[in-house]
């Protein structure tokens, strides 16, 4: 399995350059069955990590683009009358596939937006009083431009919570910039092999559940989520939502280091992707220098 | 882990069944058996588990057992076992920890079940091991990594409740049942309303503790004659119970009863009472009726203990009435048993006369005691018994003689109750068993009441003491006994074991068990001086109240400095290194922290590189460290301080 683990960074390295801690973040958030929120601007890559993540994990994958307009039906499917049955027909929509890339999200009103987020908790749609399951397994990425933009609606405090992850890019290493900028970057159009199967992953991510986490690691995430709550400077503090996400993401992580048991240090690796989206602070703090500053407050316990 | 909780949560369910075996119906208890059997199997061949509508059905069919076999009158009974099938169907079913939880908390209700039905010490202990095996599968439950941590988890916090449960069983104020159920009604007897011993092949009995009797002075002498009921009338075959209810005494002179004993009863859910002579009880749930026997106000299943003041039988003479009363019989019937007794009585012109030929006859025409007689049919089951078989044990010789004295006229009627008991070393008790049961006659000779027992004659031994004693019947009577420590008396010491045990049983019923109001009040009063005695409850309760906050206020305390073996080592090595100015400045993560050491400090590195394996497998790994590497890990923290200081 680690073996596997090994291949799939490796081949997720070259889809995009230089990116090796975002990658394992983003395989970090797929094992812990969470959904991937991308944010940053244009043009730098987001796009590129969905499609390579799903070609090599190798799952069906659809591409929203969100705008204004777009309608929840849009997203979801919609029954059309079938005038040779003389009935109603079900079409599925982009929905329906494992991976499902939301692109510039906050772009699209708020009507469409929860259409998502609904069918992102509960892993299934209801049209027509009728329920479809999605299937399994069921990862949303979904990219949104910097809130200052203009022409976005911003997702609500709610609705960010349901995101497991919340990564930035960030502008590429300048060796790697001049890789790309020589035309040696990765084609668009090549194929990529699939890596690992469905039912691997499946493995994988059932395997992360029965990772052992050690008192003192819960306890330490406890004393974490706690200072959220009794911190002035934060406005919205982290919900055990938060927490549970943060024990999952932990384990996620120890795999990916190669252990099964939950160190501190893999909590620390996670924090500020799980967490930043989900504080509030004032208006003369930004979300990241608090988490960092959370982080350096709590004590490890021994 | 949770395999080992299902295991062993099986194990106390096949021991809580074993216990209530005599309760249980027995096609109840061994499908109930086998599903405990079954869920051992799935649990240790990780098999999986029945899907909810197979375990709906098989509870629907065990109810539908349980209905068939259980008298719907028995409610305690029928409300215990509805327990133990939801608890069994319900552990069947779990598989997640969280569901074996549930279990585990119903499982502590199920074992308690076992009081209703034994309160002996034994029972007690047993269900002491079943509720440490409970605790440690819980603890197991709940992330101790091994049984034995489990283990010692458990018993230590059983160690903090004992003293806890001794201090409320004295101090906490006893209070009368809010509500009730009736009683358990299966409680077992020696004893029956009807005496019938004709059709019996092998008297099987039981070696079940019936009653315990403490003299309170030593004017009691042995054969102790326990009356517990009158058979006065004969139907053809039986000696039947008197139908006629009770009467209450009036006018009791209670100076003239002089001797007096403490009874502790054990369980039973018989009315009928112990008496020796005339008896009579000043307690208020205790009738006195006529003829100095006595009667419970209310027969409910549980233990119980009465005063009892005794004397022997005054003279008394018999009303018309009475005479016609206990001299009736059948018109037909046993003609040989009729004529013998004509017979008898033309040799001798009085009663006496007549009750000494009677035992004369008994004696010397080969009659013989036996527990395993030849069984007679049919009718003149008298004369057979007789004139042909002659074999046979109280029960025979009492309903033959008691016939025999009314076919000529003189006031007889049947006793049973018990004979004996067993005097255990030099203590002032005996100890009364089910096997004692005995079964005599009484004749009136026209002052009063006399006793009259053939088994006297025909095996003298059986009154001296209990019939575990008696060395003649010693084999055949253990051939008929239940297994149990009793049916190896023969070996010394297991026989001084016995005794032993119980002696400390005996301790057990009378201090903890006979631990009532009374005892408690007088104790308190004793203990408080009998100016607080009035304010003692709310002393007590006000006493009680600081104990609890003061263990609140230790165990609150206690829980912010526990740290784990490691940790304290850890803790002890970073406050050595603070001291010394080594530590990083910035709040590191353990780990970080001894990478840090050893990279700046470099004559530390080994030692850092030992430790941090040594924290990581005990902390995060959770395994727990060997002996060995406890001494190292400690060895080395210490010389690492060495270094530092």
């Known amino acids: 399995m680690q073996e596997k683990l090994k291949q799939l960074t490796l081949g997720l390295a070259d889809v995009i350059y230089g990116k090796e801690q975002q990658i394992k973040l983003a395989l970090c958030a797929m094992l812990s069955r969470g959904h991937l929120l991308l944010e940053d601007l244009p043009g730098m890559g987001k796009t590129t990590l969905s499609h390579g993540l799903a070609q090599t994990l190798g799952m069906s994958y659809q591409r929203i683009q969100f705008t204004s307009d777009l309608l929840p039906a849009d997203i979801l499917g919609a029954s059309i009358f079938n005038t040779k049955e003389h009935k109603f027909t079900f079409h599925k929509g982009p929905i329906f596939s494992q991976i499902v890339l939301a692109d510039e999200i906050n772009r699209a009103g708020p009507k469409t937006q929860s259409a998502l987020l609904e ?63 020589k035309g040696l970057g990765p084609q668009r159009h090549k194929s990529i092999e699939p890596i690992i199967s469905c039912t691997e992953l499946q493995q994988m991510q059932n395997h992360v559940d029965n990772i052992s986490i050690a008192n003192t690691v819960v306890d330490y995430i406890l004393a974490l989520v706690t200072l959220t709550r009794h911190d002035r400077d934060i406005t919205h503090p982290l919900s055990p939502r938060a927490s549970i996400a943060l024990a999952q993401g932990a384990k996620a992580w120890a795999f990916l280091e190669g252990r099964d048991y939950v160190m501190p240090e893999d909590v620390q690796a996670v924090f500020s992707s799980i967490c930043e989206h989900r504080v509030n602070p004032h208006d003369n703090y930004s979300q990241a220098s608090v988490c960092d500053d959370i982080l350096r407050r709590v004590k490890v316990p021994l | 882990m949770s395999n080992f909780a299902s295991s062993a949560l099986s194990f106390i369910y096949i021991g809580i069944l074993m216990m209530l075996s005599a309760e249980l119906p027995t096609m109840l208890l061994s499908l109930l058996l086998l599903l405990c059997l079954w869920n051992l199997l799935l649990a240790n061949k990780g098999l999986t588990r029945p899907a909810m509508l197979a375990t709906n059905l098989l509870a629907a069919a065990l109810l539908a057992v349980l209905f068939i076999t259980v008298n719907l009158k028995q409610s305690v009974l029928l409300f215990v076992i509805m327990l133990l099938q939801a608890s069994i169907l319900k552990l069947l079913q779990a598989e997640s920890a969280k569901q074996q939880q549930t279990v585990i908390v119903l499982t502590f209700f199920s074992i308690s079940t076992v009081f209703l039905y034994q309160q002996s010490l034994y029972s007690t202990l047993l269900v002491g091991v079943f509720f440490v095996t409970l605790t440690i599968a819980l603890a197991s439950l709940n992330g101790l990594p091994t049984t034995r941590l489990a283990m010692r988890k458990s018993i230590y916090s059983l160690c903090i409740a004992v003293p806890l449960a001794a201090l409320m069983l004295v101090f906490v104020p006893k209070m009368p049942a809010f509500w009730q159920l009736p009683g358990a009604n299966t409680a077992k007897t020696g004893l029956n309303e009807r005496v019938d011993p004709f059709d019996i092949a092998s008297l099987a009995k039981s070696d079940e503790l019936v009653f315990r009797a403490e003299f309170n002075d030593d004017q009691a002498a042995p054969p102790y004659y326990w009356r517990a009921m009158l058979h006065t009338s004969f139907d053809g075959k039986a000696w039947v119970k008197e139908k006629a209810p009770a009467y209450e005494r009036q006018n009791i002179d209670w100076p003239a009863y002089t001797g007096s004993a403490q009874i502790y009863l054990e369980k039973s859910a018989n009315p009928w009472l112990y008496t020796l002579g005339d008896g009579v009880s000043p307690a208020a749930d205790v009738r006195n009726i006529n003829d100095g026997l006595l009667l419970r106000q209310d027969p409910s299943a549980s233990n119980f203990k009465y005063p009892l003041r005794y004397r022997p039988q005054l003279p008394a003479a018999l009303s018309q009435y009475e005479y016609r009363y206990y001299t009736q019989l059948p018109l037909q019937g046993n003609p040989l048993a009729r004529n013998l007794a004509k017979r008898l009585l033309a040799k001798s012109d009085n009663v006496d006369a007549f009750i000494s030929e009677l035992y004369e006859h008994y004696r010397y025409q080969g009659f013989t005691y036996t527990l395993t007689p030849t069984p007679i049919t049919g009718s003149n089951s008298l004369d057979i018994f007789l004139t042909q078989t002659q074999r046979g044990f109280c029960g025979h010789y009492a309903s033959v003689s008691a016939f025999m004295m009314r076919s ?20 002032n008790y005996l100890s009364v068993y089910q096997y004692d049961a005995h079964a005599w006659v009484e004749y009136h000779d026209g002052e009063q009441w006399q006793r009259f027992d053939a088994t006297s004659v025909v095996a003298p031994e059986r009154l001296n003491g209990s019939l575990s004693q008696v060395d003649q019947l010693q084999q055949e009577f253990r051939a008929n006994l239940d297994l149990g420590l009793l049916q190896l008396s023969g070996f010394k010491s297991l026989n001084w074991l016995r005794i032993q045990l119980e002696k400390i049983d005996y301790r057990w019923t009378k201090w903890v068990l006979g631990f009532d109001q009374e005892k408690q009040n007088n104790f308190l009063k004793e203990l408080l001086g009998s100016q607080f005695a009035q304010y003692s409850m709310a002393l007590v309760v006000i006493g009680i109240a600081l104990v609890l906050f003061v263990i609140l206020i230790l165990s609150s305390r206690h829980r912010k400095v526990q740290l784990t073996f490691s940790a304290k080592q850890l803790a002890k090595l970073f406050n050595a290194a603070d001291n010394s100015s080594l530590l990083s400045p910035e709040q590191l993560t353990p780990v970080a922290q001894l990478n840090y050491l050893a990279t700046h400090t470099p004559r530390l590195k080994t030692q850092m590189e030992q430790i941090s394996r040594f924290y990581i497998q005990a902390t995060y790994e959770q395994k727990p460290l060997t002996k060995k590497q406890r001494s190292e890990f400690r060895k080395v923290v210490n010389k690492s301080i060495k270094i530092i200081g």
């Open chain 2, 408 to 427: 000529v006229g003189i006031p007889a009627r049947l006793v049973s109750g018990y004979l004996g008991g067993e005097n255990v070393g030099d203590s």
């Open chain 1, 119 to 181: 069918a992102m908790e509960e892993g299934c749609v209801s049209i027509d009083s009728e329920r479809y399951t999605l299937p399994e397994p069921f990862f949303v990425i979904a990219t949104q431009n910097p809130q200052h933009q203009s022409g976005t609606f911003p997702l609500p405090e709610s609705q960010l919570d349901r995101f497991f992850m919340r990564l930035s890019l960030g502008f590429p290493p300048a060796d790697a910039e001049k890789l790309l900028i």
